[in-house]
């Protein structure tokens, strides 16, 4: 699924990026409001990881859905 998809599809998504993603809370997804970047932010502030391992695994979880 391309991001535009996900990003219209938002609101079904973010059970699927809660599943991937624990850490984020409700809020924190409304937050990403579906955006790609927003989403790797709230991944690697809540994971601790570097931006380009949070767009690695938001690159994973995106051509999975």
């Known amino acids: 699924?391309?991001?535009d998809q996900i990003e219209g599809?938002?609101?079904q998504m973010k059970g699927s990026a809660k599943d991937q993603w624990g850490?984020?809370?409700d809020d924190d997804l409304d937050?990403?409001?579906?955006?790609?970047d927003k989403l790797v932010g709230k991944i690697q502030e809540k994971y601790g990881i570097a931006?380009?391992?949070?767009?690695?695994q938001v690159e994973d979880w995106s051509s999975k859905s």
Request: hydrophobic share 30%; no cysteine.
């Open 31 to 36: 937050q990403a409001e579906g955006k790609r």
């Open 1 to 3: 699924m391309n991001w």
């Open 51 to 56: 931006k380009e391992e949070a767009e690695k």
């Open 9 to 11: 599809k938002w609101k």
């Open 23 to 25: 850490k984020l809370t």
